[in-house]
């Protein structure tokens, strides 16, 4: 489909008067001002937030083993169809394996929770996009938070739901992420189903994004979201996909946003008994997340052609020789940290092996509000001292990312912003190797923190990386 300025701008524009309008969509006006000026042309072009990468989580669930709870008819689907949009490479733009689907009985407590420590929390970075979508039931919690209800969750035993405001606060405190997005698309349980059904009017969508993440909800929490019988779909999911197709995926959120929110409460009060109001709320005034296009192109959207993803460049000639390594390549290479066997004209370097992160370390002493400054400072100049990259080249910048246990040893480091240089790269692992064990981590500290650190190479090797420190 054929995008256009002007639909871009139709979307956009409508948003200021609304947004100073209503509480329903929350941004300041400032941030709108900011987000159009690379549409109008009528100020400088702000810089573009630097999204490193986009990964999302959808939970449907349709049916439950609960026969108390009702059947959420569409929730599998709803889910199923946002996924094919957002892996879309014409329009969401998120690799393939970058989108965690969760339907049906595959939805259960177990697997959900497996999918946001096992998988989300050990792929996000602080530069990524997060994007949490739910369609399912939801019933207040004791303390009036929402829980929402697994495929095997029971109404009478709260703790077998998903206290959804804990799992945002845990992926924000983790990743450190600045961006999450979190869609819902519920319905309430019937009143007196659940152990626990009396709502706290305090607990709304402004309190959920308190959290951390920016929440976009079908309706007011608790209150239903309305499916579309001939479409086979939620209003909501149905307009969400429809604005990211109009526009080819190129809009900020909250352009998509209004769209929605427009056509879903013009649709609602076309149906005695069934209007409905969807909501932005952002996760702080100065949070940017909803100017960012779902459909961003990132570097995972693309992955390099002829390039056997998941094989270590320095590893490619000997595994793949029929396969020829690009020369800007970017494919993520992981160093082992143990001896390799290479021809005789490569001789190996020696490398730490691989080490895990300790199971056995207690976390109750865990500080959330551990300061990482004067951290952070010795960690950056102490690994850039060890820093000898090959001499006679020109300026080079290569990404890496590891985790450093509480004792100070690095380990599982792993580049992701190659230089196209080997040698480069190389350098920048035998780096972190010469450098570990590094101070211990300061008191209160988690088990360990991930960083990502750049390895800026200048002629005159003057400016040192700037690390961001993750929670893990």
Not at 103 to 108: E, K, V, W, Y
Not at 144 to 166: H, R, Y
Request: neutral net charge; charged residues 25%.
């Amino acid at each position: 489909m054929k995008r256009s300025a002007e639909i871009l701008l139709a979307l956009t524009l409508t948003m200021a008067p609304f947004l100073t309008g209503s509480q329903a969509l929350a941004t300041p006006v400032e941030n709108i001002k900011k987000a159009l000026q690379p549409l109008t042309g009528k100020q400088a072009e702000p810089e573009p937030l630097e999204i490193r990468d986009k990964w999302a989580i959808l939970i449907g669930c349709n049916r439950f083993a609960d026969a108390k709870i009702p059947v959420m008819k569409f929730a599998s689907k709803n889910a199923a169809d946002l996924a094919r949009t957002l892996k879309d490479p014409d329009l969401g733009r998120f690799a393939p394996d970058h989108v965690l689907i969760l339907n049906g009985p595959d939805a259960s407590l177990a697997a959900i929770k497996h999918g946001i420590d096992d998988w989300l929390l050990k792929k996000v970075l602080p530069a990524d996009l997060v994007v949490v979508y739910v369609s399912s039931r939801m019933f207040p919690g004791a303390d009036g938070a929402p829980l929402v209800c697994a495929s095997d969750t029971k109404a009478d035993q709260p703790e077998t739901a998903i206290n959804l405001f804990e799992v945002l606060k845990t992926i924000k405190h983790r990743t450190q992420s600045e961006h999450i997005v979190c869609m819902l698309d519920t319905q309430p349980l019937p009143d007196n189903v659940a152990a626990y059904s009396k709502q706290d009017k305090t607990k709304d969508l402004k309190w959920l994004a308190t959290s951390g993440a920016t929440i976009f909800g079908a309706n007011e929490l608790f209150k239903p979201s309305f499916d579309d019988q001939t479409l086979l779909q939620s209003r909501f999911v149905h307009y969400l996909v429809e604005g990211i197709k109009q526009t080819g995926g190129a809009a900020p959120f909250y352009g998509v946003a209004e769209f929605v929110w427009q056509n879903v409460k013009q649709d609602g009060g076309k149906s005695t008994g069934q209007e409905q109001t969807p909501a932005l709320m952002l996760s702080s005034p100065q949070s940017l997340t909803a100017t960012i296009p779902l459909g961003l192109p990132v570097k995972s959207s693309t992955p390099p052609q002829g390039v056997a993803l998941g094989h270590p460049l320095d590893q490619l000639s000997m595994e793949h020789p029929d396969i020829v390594a690009p020369k800007a390549a970017t494919t993520r290479k992981t160093a082992t940290f143990a001896p390799q066997q290479k021809p005789q004209t490569q001789p190996a370097v020696k490398k730490p092996p691989v080490q895990q992160k300790p199971d056995d370390e207690d976390d109750d002493d865990v500080n959330p509000n551990v300061d990482f400054g004067d951290y952070m400072t010795k960690m950056k100049q102490d690994i850039f001292k060890k820093w000898t990259p090959p001499k006679g080249l020109e300026s080079r910048r290569v990404s890496v990312v590891f985790s450093i246990h509480r004792d100070g040893s690095i380990v599982n480091p792993e580049v992701v912003e190659s230089s196209s240089n080997e040698e480069v790269d190389k350098s920048a692992l035998a780096a972190l190797a010469a450098a570990s064990p590094l101070s211990p981590l300061p008191k209160g500290a988690p088990r360990s923190v991930d960083i990502r650190y750049v390895f800026d190479w200048k002629m005159n090797r003057s400016t040192p990386a700037t690390p961001a420190p993750v929670s893990e």
